[in-house]
């Protein structure tokens, strides 16, 4: 027989065991008040180190973020691991951290993240602030907004500035395309020749990425007598392109590369070769000794972080979270940082030229704005003192 001091001590039992399941949740990261606040990052760091920087950047800023008492005593979890360049691995970790009840994704600087997880983010209502975009869907996916303008707007960018400010009228075009990118970057050359009237006078679209003699390339750019040539690429294929032409004497043609060729190696290593050499920095220039720059050089000086556009590139990210995360009011969840994120306040940085807005679009490219640099003396020159944003092709 059961007694009513049986059904009572039950009754306490069961609320106790509620009460403990709803604590556990309310101490996840995407519920509750208290806890850890748990955001992810996925970083391509092997077998070619792409996000290594960025991602030692973006876990400085929370680290002392945390040491200074975390957003409202709660701590920042962060998860972030290597996928690779593998997409099994990309959608592996990205899942991993859903599960472990992330509020948002940010700083992620992958080569696959975006391409691989992009539906699954909107699957789960969950959005993704990303450091450095690489391929297209980090641009064209309503769940995922880059902070960098990335390598298509770069091209459009290099381009313009030589027709434009360097009276550039035979332009020669080389492209390697990453998995998934051709198209992208083949709409941005076609928005350069909407926005000048210009047409390539020479294109090839099909170089490998890694090109180790680029001088048969070199001998029909000079066949096509151009007087300027881009080749998107790391700063080591940048470097291997000017000595080749080098030794072509190819010391008046203007040399456009996008912004993975930004690093102080490459001005160092090209500038006795005589080469004019030009790029589009998709931040304030990080070899900049600027006031904008102030807050992420002490930043990276005190974690002991490389100073790049990338890690410029996380810290705007984790700053931008960040002021995302103190602007809620009450629980700090995955919904309500996709409410906030969703609302289209403009987030202002002075290491960027154009507001970033995350809103509810369906496609996101905020920043698009631009300063160009030149290898001078060894190193970076900054050439115009204020970003420009490319202008709106005719029609």
């Avoid at 950047?57 to 008492?69: K, L, S, Y």
């Avoid at 970033?356 to 290898?375: C, D, E, R, T």
Wanted: net charge neutral; proline share 5%; hydrophobic share 40%.
């Amino acid at each position: 027989m059961v007694t009513n001091a049986k059904r009572r001590a039950a009754g306490t039992a069961l609320a106790l065991v509620a009460a403990l399941l709803l604590a556990a949740c309310g101490s996840g990261g995407s519920g509750g008040d208290t806890g850890p606040i748990r955001l992810g990052g996925l970083f391509t760091l092997s077998p070619q180190p792409f996000g290594n920087d960025a991602q030692k950047m973006i876990q400085t800023v929370f680290d002392e973020v945390n040491a200074r008492g975390g957003i409202n005593g709660r701590t920042i979890e962060y998860l972030s691991g290597d996928d690779t360049g593998s997409p099994t691995e990309a959608a592996r970790l990205a899942r991993d951290y859903v599960d472990k009840d992330v509020v948002a994704m940010v700083g992620s600087t992958s080569f696959v993240d975006c391409g691989t997880n992009h539906g699954y983010y909107q699957q789960q209502e969950l959005l993704s602030v990303v450091a450095i975009g690489a391929d297209p869907f980090c641009f064209t996916s309503p769940n995922i907004t880059p902070v960098n303008i990335g390598p298509f707007t770069s091209i459009t960018a290099d381009l313009y500035y030589a027709s434009k400010f360097l009276n550039d009228k035979k332009i020669c075009i080389f492209l390697a395309a990453t998995p998934g990118s051709k198209q992208a970057q083949l709409e941005a050359v076609k928005q350069w020749t909407a926005i000048t009237g210009q047409q390539p006078a020479l294109m090839d679209d099909s170089l490998p990425l890694t090109e180790a003699n680029f001088t048969p390339y070199l001998l029909r750019a000079k066949d096509a007598g151009c007087d300027a040539l881009f080749r998107n690429g790391a700063d080591t294929v940048g470097l291997s392109v000017l000595k080749a032409a080098q030794n072509q004497g190819m010391q008046n043609v203007d040399f456009l590369f996008d912004a993975s060729s930004y690093s102080a190696e490459l001005a160092q290593a090209s500038s006795p070769l005589g080469m004019k050499v030009y790029l589009a920095s998709e931040f304030e220039p990080y070899t900049a000794q600027s006031s904008a720059n102030a807050g992420w050089r002490a930043a990276a000086e005190r974690g002991k972080v490389k100073q790049t556009a990338f890690t410029q590139g996380a810290y705007v990210a984790a700053d931008w979270i960040i002021a995302v995360l103190k602007s809620i009011q009450g629980p700090i969840t995955r919904e309500s940082v996709t409410k906030a994120l969703r609302a289209g306040t403009p987030y202002s940085i002075p290491m960027v030229g154009s507001p970033l807005v995350f809103g509810p679009g369906k496609s996101h490219a905020p920043n698009q704005a631009i300063k160009m640099v030149k290898v001078k003396d060894g190193s970076w020159e900054t050439l115009n003192s204020d970003f420009f944003t490319l202008p709106k092709a005719a029609g």
